[in-house]
T-cell receptor, first 117, second 114 residues
């Protein structure tokens, strides 16, 4: 069975600090996809990134960066120079390996990030 | 409009009421999903539709009845709900490709059952 663990339930930082959100996953699939979503107070889950299991290159997008380490089954997310607008719940998710139409995502429990001014 | 929209955004209903949630996607996708998000719990997948056909029902009680008339619209009909059904109900859509799909979410409907 697949599982995603986000051990940090809540993180609080001061603006301009860097912060890393941890994500550890379990799967028996050799091919899988990992995702990060952001859920601001408005409720909508906003897609941030998708990474496939064959691509271990780290990715950077502005202040966001992702560190995929297959050896430790981790897909961590770092926000550099955090801002108040980054305050949200962040979810890590893993796609299931079934060859059915559409994806089946297993979500972690989320990390509530609060950035204080 | 763009993306995935959901109406209403907030809904309060009694246990004997019948109501419907609506989801519409403007992304040209073929798969649509209903999720339930309760406080302190992970997102729970409820139903999946692909090309209007239901492909997954995760043991959801029959008081929740989905309907997908076409690939752009998805409804969730509600009747005789329980207070524990109070939650944020999220709709999502994706292209319909196995495994690789990225799901795009709507803003959700915040449901309160009295």
């Amino acid at each position: 069975a697949q599982k995603v663990t986000q051990a940090q339930t809540e993180i609080s930082v001061v603006e301009k600090e860097d912060v890393t959100l941890d994500c550890v996953y379990e799967t028996r699939d050799t091919t899988y996809y990992l995702f990060w979503y952001k859920q601001p107070p408005s409720g909508e889950l906003v897609f941030l990134i998708r990474r496939n299991s064959f691509d271990e290159q780290n990715e950077i997008s502005g202040r966001y960066s992702w560190n995929f380490q297959k050896s430790t089954s981790s897909f961590n997310f770092t926000i550099t120079a955090s801002q108040v607008v980054d305050s949200a719940v962040y979810f890590c998710a893993l796609s299931e390996g079934r060859e059915t139409s559409g994806s089946r995502l297993t979500f972690g429990e989320g990390t509530q990030l609060t950035v204080n001014p | 409009e763009t993306g995935v929209t959901q109406t209403p955004r907030h809904l309060v209903m009694g246990m004997t009421n019948k109501k419907s949630l609506k989801c519409e996607q403007h992304l040209g996708h073929n798969a649509m999903y209903w999720y339930k998000q309760s406080a302190k719990k992970p997102l729970e997948l409820m139903f999946v539709y692909n090309f209007k056909e239901q492909t997954e029902n995760n043991s959801v009680p029959s008081r929740f009845s989905p309907e997908c008339p076409n690939s752009s619209h998805l409804f969730l009909h509600l009747h005789t709900l329980q207070p524990e059904d109070s939650a944020l109900y999220l709709c999502a859509s994706s292209q319909g490709q196995p495994r690789t799909d990225t799901q795009y979410f709507g803003p959700g409907t915040r449901l309160t059952v009295l």
